[in-house]
């Protein structure tokens, strides 16, 4: 489990954790309805949940158990754009240090992976409103995620929880305009990853 679950953890802040076959569904710390790589897309650079623009940095405080995810304080940047399948994607290193390609469309954020399965992974959805659930795949298994409405969240306007509807604790805080602002995964060993957001680049 754990490497899966680091994975989409990793490739959340640019993809979302996701599990190998067998595993629980995990997702990662990125995700959020923002700027798509050609210019279109709802929203724009600026008033999304996730705000991707090639250049832009994010710095995180980050503490964990796993190896393969050192604590410490680590960045997510956003390095270029390319296309998978026919979508326009940015490419996003994460603070775990892997790199993740992202489609944004409207609010509508989806991660590919290609761990094994190949497929998208739906880390945010329309309508962002509380309560509103989907259901996404990390290829191995299904299950939906859900909008919790924050309001201000550590000094910060119109913030909103995704929280992942799995037997362990997966939740991500997005703050418009600003992005992934913290980050906490707990695997059913105990094992964590957390990320709290330090600053930005823009």
């Known amino acids: 489990m754990r490497p ?6 990793t490739a959340a802040l640019t993809v979302a954790c996701g599990a190998s076959p067998g595993d629980s569904p995990g997702t990662g710390p990125d995700g959020g309805g923002s700027n798509a790589p ?3 897309g709802g929203g724009g650079a600026t008033d999304g949940l996730l705000p991707l623009d090639v250049g832009r940095v ?4 980050v503490t964990s158990t796993y190896a393969s995810c050192p604590g410490g304080r680590h960045d997510q940047r956003v390095t270029g754009t390319s296309s998978v399948e026919g979508r326009d994607v940015f490419e996003v290193a994460g ?3 892997l790199t993740g390609r992202t489609h944004v469309e409207g609010n509508i954020v989806e ?9 998208w992974y739906r880390s945010l959805d329309e309508p962002v409103a509380d309560g509103h659930t989907w259901t996404t795949t990390n290829g191995s298994a299904t299950f939906t995620q859900t909008y919790d409405e924050l309001g201000a ?3 910060r306007e119109d913030c909103w929880k995704v929280i992942q509807n799995v037997s362990y604790k997966s939740e991500w805080i997005y703050c418009r305009g600003v992005g992934l602002v913290a980050y906490e995964m707990v695997d059913l060993a105990g094992g964590t990853i957390r990320a709290e957001l330090v600053s930005t680049s823009f």
């Not at 994010?58 to 405080?61: F, L, N």
């Open 58 to 61: 994010w710095t995180y405080d």
């Open 111 to 119: 991660d590919y992976y290609d761990w094994g399965p190949t497929g």
């Open 38 to 40: 050609d210019g279109s």
């Open 95 to 97: 603070f775990c240090g």
């Open 4 to 9: 899966a679950l680091f994975w989409l953890a």
């Open 153 to 155: 969240y550590g000094g």
